[in-house]
């Protein structure tokens, strides 16, 4: 239904928390209630930064090994 993209069954089944849980979750992902805007490069850049980071530790770990 809408933009949750729920069935009926799923929305009627649904408590009104996790019906507001769904909401806010949904708004949040499009940005609703961010006064922070887009964003920045930076931000951007520390992220990718992380994620390599993780990856050469993750490999270097060997074999498969994740704990």
Do not use: C
């Amino acid at each position: 239904m809408g933009k949750l993209g729920w069935s009926p069954a799923v929305f009627w089944a649904a408590s009104w928390r996790e019906y507001t849980a769904a909401i806010k979750g949904l708004a949040d992902f499009h940005g609703g209630g961010s006064s922070s805007g887009p964003m920045t490069k930076a931000e951007a850049d520390a992220i990718v930064q992380r994620v390599r980071e993780l990856d050469a530790k993750q490999k270097g770990r060997g074999n498969g090994d994740r704990r």
